[in-house]
């Protein structure tokens, strides 16, 4: 394993890597095809079997995994450091030696837009809804029912009385 950390081992893998667009590339037409990318994979294997001799697929993916997820904090640093309105001199800057030669994964890492869940047939607007959905709109009043004595049994008027004497 000191072999895969050795930098010039490590900068030829970044940039195979990089060559390999259906293995980061999201709009690549091959990047959901699961027999290239284990092609690619495989390719990549022979290469760092060149090193760690004992290497497997699952090796070579960890390693991917590894450098993504690095290159994402160090990505996520910079812009975090951008937002906090910070002087140009106390932008922070990446410590991270092969960051800028896995600058090609920054736009594959970006956050997506979210999606709502919500179907797109509720009403925008309560106007809408008061017009569309049956019943009151959340903003009207409703009355409430007024009960009179005659309406209710003996027994509860009973208790009603006894409740009215007692406060």
């Known amino acids: 394993m000191k072999h895969f950390k050795d930098l010039e081992f490590m900068g030829q893998f970044i940039d195979r890597y990089r060559d390999m667009r259906n293995l980061w590339e ?96 509720l009403p925008s607007t309560p106007a809408e809804a008061s017009n569309d959905l049956p019943g009151p709109s959340i903003l009207e009043e409703v009355e409430e029912p007024s009960w009179s004595q005659g309406d209710l049994s003996q027994e509860e008027a009973r208790v009603s009385v006894s409740q009215e004497v007692a406060g």
């Open 26 to 121: 999201v709009k690549n037409h091959l990047y959901r095809n699961k027999p290239a990318r284990k092609a690619s994979l495989e390719k990549l294997l022979q290469f760092v079997k060149t090193q760690v001799p004992d290497a497997d697929i699952e090796f070579v993916d960890k390693k991917i995994g590894s450098l993504r997820s690095t290159y994402r904090k160090e990505l996520n640093n910079i812009q975090a450091s951008m937002k906090s309105g910070a002087a140009a001199k106390d932008v922070y800057v990446p410590s991270l030696w092969y960051y800028n030669r896995t600058r090609f994964l920054e736009d594959q890492i970006k956050a997506r837009e979210s999606l709502s869940t919500l179907p797109s047939t």
